[in-house]
T-cell receptor, first 114, second 114 residues
Framework: AQTVTQSQPEMSVQEAETVTLSCTYD???????LFWYKQPPSRQMILVIR??????QNATENRFSVNFQKAAKSFSLKISDSQLGDTAMYFC???????????FGKGTRLSVIA | DGGITQSPKYLFRKEGQNVTLSCEQN?????MYWYRQDPGQGLRLIYY???????QKGDIAEGYSVSREKKESFPLTVTSAQKNPTAFYLC?????????????FGPGTRLTVL
């Protein structure tokens, strides 16, 4: 069974600074997808970024980028120019190529400080 | 507007009662999911359905039941057999495609046992 580990329960960052959230996973699959979801205080889950394992290029979405290290089974999220609206829980999630249900990490609570 | 709706937003249950949480989607998605969220636990899968009239147990199915009679609807019943039902419940849906497999989430239902 796949597992996802987020080793940082809580983090904080100054506004306009850069922060990196860590995620590691365990799988025997070679084809899969990785996701970062954001859950702000409203509790609505929002997809931040997605990475296909067969792609070597790291995904980017505006201020959000990932560092995908397939051999190390690592999938970190970098948030540049942090904004107060980035304050949220961030969940790393895994899905194998058969589109089976997402497996989530326990989350990292990020606080952006003015 | 396309999306996922969950009702009610807040639900209170007396011990020994069954309650049903509603989840409806108009995204024409084949797959639907129920997750439970507890503090510090991330999201855990209760049940999922990839096609009408078929569903599978997730990691924590005990004390819960579902039905999938229509593509648009996937209600979750929390039975009296669920010993600790107080939690936040999230419903999600997904199109079954290898090209685009984002899960879209509803706004959630907060269930409290009195």
């Amino acid at each position: 069974a796949q597992t996802v580990t987020q080793s940082q329960p809580e983090m904080s960052v100054q506004e306009a600074e850069t922060v990196t959230l860590s995620c590691t996973y365990d799988t025997s699959e070679s084809n899969y997808y990785l996701f970062w979801y954001k859950q702000p205080p409203s509790r609505q889950m929002i997809l931040v970024i997605r990475q296909e394992a067969y792609k070597q290029q790291n995904a980017t979405e505006n201020r959000f980028s990932v560092n995908f290290q397939k051999a190390a089974k690592s999938f970190s999220l970098k948030i540049s120019d942090s904004q107060l609206g980035d304050t949220a829980m961030y969940f790393c999630a895994f899905m194998n190529w058969r589109n089976t249900p997402l497996v989530f990490g326990k989350g990292t609570r990020l606080s952006v400080i003015a | 507007d396309g999306g996922i709706t969950q009702s009610p937003k807040y639900l209170f249950r007396k011990e020994g009662q069954n309650v049903t949480l509603s989840c409806e989607q108009n995204l024409n998605h084949d797959a639907m999911y129920w997750y439970r969220q507890d503090p510090g636990q991330g999201l855990r899968l209760i049940y999922y359905s990839q096609i009408v009239n078929d569903f599978q147990k997730g990691d924590i199915a005990e004390g819960y039941s579902v039905s999938r009679e229509k593509k648009e609807s996937f209600p979750l019943t929390v039975t009296s057999a669920q010993k600790n039902p107080t939690a936040f419940y999230l419903c999600a849906s997904q199109g079954v495609s290898y090209l685009y497999n984002e899960q879209f989430f509803g706004p959630g239902t907060r269930l409290t046992v009195l």
